[in-house]
């Protein structure tokens, strides 16, 4: 049975860094896609960040508000995943989730960040960002 661990989450001040790590187990070769997404209170969950794992290029996809702060990378030794978080501000503040999904998914930023898209969850790790 495959399982998704999240770890790295913490309370930082604006303009801090963070780093998240997603420790996969199971049989990781079959996940076509992974991501990270993150639910703030009373929000819907959105995706932060997305790779296409088995893909050559192994494309990276980003959501607009955090294109050139946050960078997602993946051990494909190991399969653990990373989100390397850069300049936080206080509206990164929410529960961060590791997610796979072993079908595939258009090659276009709204899918493959789509949150039904993935069957796959980890247990979320709370990310804080004072001001």
């Known amino acids: 049975q495959v399982q998704l661990v999240e770890s790295g989450g913490g309370s930082v001040q604006a303009g801090g860094s963070l780093r998240l790590s997603c420790a996969a187990s199971?049989?990781?070769?079959?996940?076509?896609?992974m991501a990270w997404f993150r639910q703030a209170p009373g929000q819907d969950r959105e995706g932060v960040a997305a790779i296409r794992a088995l893909t050559a290029a192994r494309n990276t996809y980003y959501a607009d508000s955090v294109k050139g702060r946050f960078a997602i990378s993946q051990d494909y030794a190991n399969g653990t995943l990373y989100l390397q978080m850069n300049s936080l501000k206080p509206e990164d503040t929410a529960i961060y989730y590791c997610a796979a999904s072993a079908q595939y998914i258009p090659a276009t930023t709204s899918q493959v960040l789509g949150v039904g898209q993935y069957d796959v969850w980890g247990q979320g790790t709370q990310v804080t960002v004072s001001s």
């Open positions: 199971g049989n990781i070769a079959r996940w076509y896609s």
